[in-house]
Each structure stands twice: as C-alpha cells, then as structure tokens.
C-alpha cells in the first residue's frame, strides 16, 4: 500500500512544528525546560537563536514546520519508490 504524500508531507510537518512550539512556549513560562532541546534546534536552525521571546519562537516553529514537511516527504517518497521494487505479495 502507497503513503500518500501530501497528507504525510502535512502530517510530519504539523507533528515537528507543533512540538517545536509546544516546547518554546512551555520554556517561556518555565525557563528551565526544554532548554537544551532548544539548544539543539538552534545548533540545527540558521537565524534562530535561544532567545527567550515570542518572535524566537515564531521563527522555529517556522523553521521546524518546513524541516518537518520536507522530511514527510522524502521519507514518503523514498517509501514508495522500494516498495515497489520487492517482490508482489
């Protein structure tokens, strides 16, 4: 069975943007939480930084949405391009 591409594209984009964005809101109100992910997608993510504000988190949530959709995919894509080179079932 074929994935669809377009609903796993927006799938995997709105899983990474919306965790990318529950975590940056959530260190908003508790700023110990979720720092070193966050140090993470910064390392990751050209132009974002570890600012503590709405605007730094906009930008990754963003970024993580784009990355997210893109990764949907190829992985979908690359799913479907071998399952069509085994065997039929």
């Known amino acids: 069975m074929k ?3 377009k609903a796993l594209m927006w799938a995997a984009g709105l899983m990474w943007g919306g965790t990318v964005l529950m975590v940056g809101v959530t260190n ?7 720092s070193t992910f966050l140090q993470l997608v910064a390392s990751i993510y050209p132009g974002y930084d ?11 949530t963003v970024y993580a949405l784009i ?4 990764f949907g995919l190829v992985f979908g894509w690359l799913y479907n391009f071998f399952l069509g080179k085994g065997s039929p079932a």
């Open 3 to 5: 994935l669809n591409l």
């Open 50 to 60: 570890v600012a503590r504000s709405i605007g730094a988190v906009i930008v990754a």
């Open 67 to 70: 990355d997210g959709a893109i």
């Open 28 to 34: 908003l109100i508790w700023p110990a939480y979720g």
